[in-house]
């Protein structure tokens, strides 16, 4: 499996940005899409993810701020939505899909202020 992030860019704090994570190769119907976070100089943190279902779980730090979503068609894409940017929300972010544990390449996020 393969996975591609991308969405990332240089935003105000205050805007939004929406990442897309698509994955390919072998898929499987039960997954959960995860989406982590690394800023400069921290570890790498959860920040949210979405199961098979569409149930989603968050990170208490981002709950009302980003939103999981998954492509109603495409179901190999999944999206991250923030809103009401920070520049604490500065990072690449990363998206994780399991079974399997692939990441896809990251995508950067930065917030000035």
């Known amino acids: 499996v393969q996975l591609q992030a991308s969405g990332g860019g240089l935003v105000q704090a205050g805007g939004s940005l929406r990442l897309s994570c698509a994955a390919s190769?072998?898929?499987?119907?039960?997954?959960?899409m995860g989406w982590f976070r690394q800023a400069p100089g921290k570890g790498r943190e959860f920040v949210g993810s979405i199961d098979w279902s569409g149930g989603t779980h968050y990170a208490d730090s981002v709950k009302g701020r980003f939103t999981v979503s998954r492509d109603s068609a495409a179901k190999d894409t999944v999206y991250l939505e923030i809103n009401s940017l920070k520049p604490e929300d500065t990072a690449v972010y990363y998206c994780r899909l399991n079974p399997g544990d692939a990441w896809g390449q990251g995508t950067q996020v930065t917030v000035s202020s």
């Open positions: 190769g072998r898929t499987f119907s039960d997954y959960i």
